[in-house]
């Protein structure tokens, strides 16, 4: 078969899929991802503070650009980004993590959609196959249960979604409502982060028990049961 130039639509269409790729790549053979640990946010947790509060509109603006691009890019990064928020914002930074995890997810969504999206699902088989049967029988109850427990990284199921042509709408809501909870206990966690990341004479012990930060933890703890609890009813509802 001879060989044919791809077309300006085929171009099209693979483009902005092809940018978040290269833009994924790039990330991590420069290892950006250093940035992005506690032992570097301590180093200039005082300075980015100091900064946010003199340029507050300019500091959020760059905070969720980018975080929006990390997440777009299917980075992991909603953790220490989302943390991070709570150490600058406070309590505000619900929404902006809030908003950033959504639209960022949006795009990446939207780009898999787009270029792959309905080759992917005709030919999918596995595990990809019952992800698509699930989406087929309720795709917003089903994606809210992805977001909501964490039975997989937040950033493949927004590539799911997108290979399975999930509606707009449903997306874009499912996500917003399903990690809002996560959302809240991060951030909240990223306040008692700001403590003990300051108070270094203090016991590390002592703060963990402070409710600040122990309301936080035992939030996380709970979410992290979420996924035995649903693998238990789902086995219960098999063996009927």
């Known amino acids: 078969m001879p060989f044919q130039l791809p077309t300006f639509k085929f171009l099209l269409r693979h483009s902005f899929l092809t940018i978040l790729i290269l833009a994924c790549i790039l990330f991590f053979y420069f290892h950006l991802y250093d940035y992005l640990t506690l032992e570097t946010l301590k180093s200039y947790q005082s300075a980015a503070e100091e900064w946010t509060v003199t340029h507050y509109s300019l500091a959020v603006s760059i905070y969720i650009t980018i975080f929006t691009i990390l997440i777009a890019c299917a980075i992991p990064c909603a953790t220490f980004l989302t943390l991070l928020g709570g150490v600058l914002f406070n309590m505000i930074a619900i929404l902006y993590a809030e908003f950033s995890i959504t639209f960022g ?92 990341l300051t108070e270094d004479k203090t016991p590390i012990l002592y703060i963990i028990f402070t409710p600040s930060v122990l309301l936080p933890l035992l939030g996380l703890a709970i979410l992290s049961l979420f996924p035995v609890i649903y693998k238990w009813v789902k086995k219960s509802d098999q063996n009927r």
């Not at 999918?124 to 039975?151: C, D, M, V």
């Not at 799911?160 to 399903?178: D, H, I, P, Q, S």
């Open 105 to 196: 997810g949006t795009i990446l969504y939207l780009a898999v959609r787009t270029a792959i999206g309905s080759h992917f699902a005709a030919r999918s088989t596995g595990w990809i196959k019952k992800i698509e049967a699930g989406f087929k029988q309720n795709a917003f109850n089903y994606l809210l249960t992805l977001r909501l427990l964490p039975i997989m990284p937040c950033w493949v199921s927004n590539i799911a979604a997108g290979m399975l042509n999930v509606r707009l709408k449903t997306f874009v809501t499912a996500t917003a409502l399903g990690i809002l909870p996560s959302t809240i206990i991060y951030v909240l966690a990223g306040r008692g982060l700001d403590t003990i």
